[in-house]
């Protein structure tokens, strides 16, 4: 394996790591129903977009083994 592919499993584990703890602060954490509906409409997008950043790099990293 290529260090710049090395770079990009470390980068999606990451990702996956913030993406999950935010996915439990919106589904579990009752201080999310207390914050501004703006800002909760924001950090829904934003986990959102994690996850679909996360897709990319898993189509990244199954194109390595291609």
Known sequence: MQPHQQRVINEKEELDKKA???SEFIGNNPIFDTLDPAEQERL????????????????????FVA
């Open 44 to 63: 829904k997008v934003q986990n959102d977009i994690m996850w679909q950043y996360s897709e990319i790099l898993a189509e990244r990293i199954a194109a």
């Open 20 to 22: 999950t703890a935010l």
